[in-house]
């Protein structure tokens, strides 16, 4: 079964440097989200892309967080500096039919920012 | 903007007991709704969606816009249901996913 792929598992990092994680969705699948999962809390969107341009980044803290998907395949975002409370769950998802399928999430970067 | 709440955290009912996983919403339009699972050390995942008014395995939800809920029930609890279920809603036009906070099913033997 095909997989949304993302890499780190897990990063540790100081604070105030910079930090990235990568994500590659089933391929064909044209939307690509990323989320943000705070311990004890739902996924909350970051930003979301249909092919290579940006949809939705309305919650995305743009003074340090940044997203590209230059491709329209893989996407890489990226936090700089980090700061204390950036230390959460960082999922990517993708979808080709969202109706009918849903999104499928990847395993997930688990971010502790020390 | 729409809104996702789920009332509790921790539910915690004895195998073969019923189980209702509550999920209220709050949306102006007419929403798309989903549960989501998460089993424990796997992925999040699509449990069933409100469009297609399926049973997945022997959970079901029924959509009522009058008391904007989104309720998840199985009539029989199987250890192998414990869990987080996540509810979530889905604007028009694919935009503007949210997740509720979601709630932590602890079937007990």
């Known amino acids: 079964e095909a997989e949304v792929a993302q890499s780190p598992r897990y990063k540790i990092t100081e604070k105030s440097q910079a930090v990235a994680f990568w994500c590659d969705p089933i391929?064909?699948?044209?939307?690509l989200y990323w989320y943000r999962q705070i311990l004890g809390q739902g996924p909350e969107l970051l930003v979301q892309?249909?092919?290579?341009?940006?949809?939705?980044d309305s919650q995305l803290p743009k003074d340090r967080f940044s997203a590209e998907r230059l491709k329209g395949v893989d996407s890489t975002l990226k936090i700089q500096p980090a700061e204390l409370g950036d230390s959460a769950m960082y999922l990517c998802?993708?979808?080709?039919?969202?109706?009918?399928?849903?999104?499928?999430f990847g395993s997930g970067t688990r971010l502790t920012v020390v | 903007a729409q809104r996702v709440t789920q009332p509790e955290k921790l539910l915690s009912v004895f195998k073969g007991a019923p189980v209702e996983l509550k999920c209220n919403y709050s949306?102006?339009?007419?929403?798309?709704l989903f549960w989501y699972v998460q089993y424990s050390r796997q992925r999040l995942q699509l449990l069933l969606r409100?469009?297609s008014r399926e049973s997945i395995k022997g959970f079901t939800a029924d959509l009522n816009k009058g008391e904007t809920s989104f309720h998840l029930k199985k009539p029989f609890a199987q250890e192998e249901d414990s869990a987080m279920y996540y509810c979530?809603?889905?604007?028009?036009?694919?935009?503007?996913?949210?997740f509720g906070p979601g709630t932590r099913l602890s079937v007990l033997p």
């Open positions: 998802a993708s979808s080709l039919d969202r109706e009918k399928d849903g999104y499928t």
């Open positions: 391929s064909g699948h044209a939307t």
């Open positions: 892309f249909q092919d290579e341009s940006v949809v939705d």
């Open positions: 949306y102006s339009g007419s929403p798309e």
């Open positions: 409100h469009i």
């Open positions: 979530a809603i889905e604007g028009n036009y694919g935009q503007n996913f949210v």
